[in-house]
């Protein structure tokens, strides 16, 4: 099973300051398996980004992904109020998901 | 609008089983794969395993293969999930999530969630 390690574990910024968010994997992982949430609290996670760069529908141009292999980066460009909430990363291979154990992303 | 509505919290003795349904509107039931994820308190989520709607073709985790039973009722656009011999590590919230098309290996929507509480 691929386990997905997620870097930091939190990270405190501003609002209007540029996050960048780290997923990497133990074996390399297919780009088009590789995928990003949201997760605000008492909510379900949000998809945001598929296929390691594919922002889902709705999901603003301030988030982008990229990546290949076995490292994976999400950047928020500039930071919203509403965009401080957790972040999980989540791959399929072997017919099998995995998740990463999130980033929380918090208010400086 | 697509939804997925789940049914209600439950609190369960050790050694008990749980049964959480999930309710599929606005988009056609069988084109689009379920799954199920969980999410014990302050951890990342973990998948289950899914249905197939058209099907009934399954695919569980490999740790909770005896244990995990999903299946579907066409009829009316739900899936079921049923754990048993529970434990108080299956303390977590339930959801199902949609994935969009077969090999999407995405999860587009998301149930609101189901807390099962696993205590003496």
């Known amino acids: 099973e691929i386990v997905l390690t997620q870097s930091p574990g939190t990270l405190s910024l501003s609002p209007g300051e540029r996050a960048t968010l780290s997923c990497r994997a133990s074996?390399?992982?297919?780009?088009?398996?590789l995928a990003w949430y949201q997760q605000r609290p008492g909510q379900a996670p949000r998809l945001l980004i598929y296929?390691?760069?594919a922002r889902a529908t709705g999901i603003p141009d301030r988030f982008s992904g990229s990546g290949s292999g076995t490292d994976f980066t999400l950047t928020i460009s500039r930071l919203e109020p509403e965009d401080f909430a957790v972040y999980f990363c989540q791959q399929f291979s072997s017919s099998t998901y995995t998740f990463g154990q999130g980033t929380k992303l918090e208010i400086k | 609008q697509v939804q997925l509505v789940q049914s209600g919290a439950e609190v369960k003795k050790p050694g008990a089983s749980v049964k959480v349904s999930c309710k599929a509107s606005?988009?056609?039931?069988?084109?689009?794969?379920l799954h199920w994820v969980r999410q014990a308190p302050g951890q990342g989520p973990e998948w289950m395993g899914m249905?197939?709607?058209?099907?009934?073709?399954?695919n569980y985790a490999q740790k909770l293969r005896g244990r995990v039973t999903m299946t579907r009722d066409t009829s009316t656009s739900t899936v079921y999930m049923e754990l048993s011999s529970l434990r108080s590590e299956d303390t977590a919230v339930y959801y199902c999530?949609?994935?969009?098309?077969?090999?999407?290996?995405?999860?587009?929507?998301w149930g609101q969630g189901t807390l099962v509480t696993v205590s003496s």
């Open positions: 296929g390691a760069s």
């Open positions: 606005g988009y056609t039931f069988t084109r689009s794969y």
């Open positions: 999530a949609r994935e969009p098309h077969p090999g999407a290996v995405r999860f587009d929507y």
């Open positions: 249905v197939d709607p058209t099907s009934g073709n399954i």
């Open positions: 074996q390399s992982v297919s780009s088009s398996s």
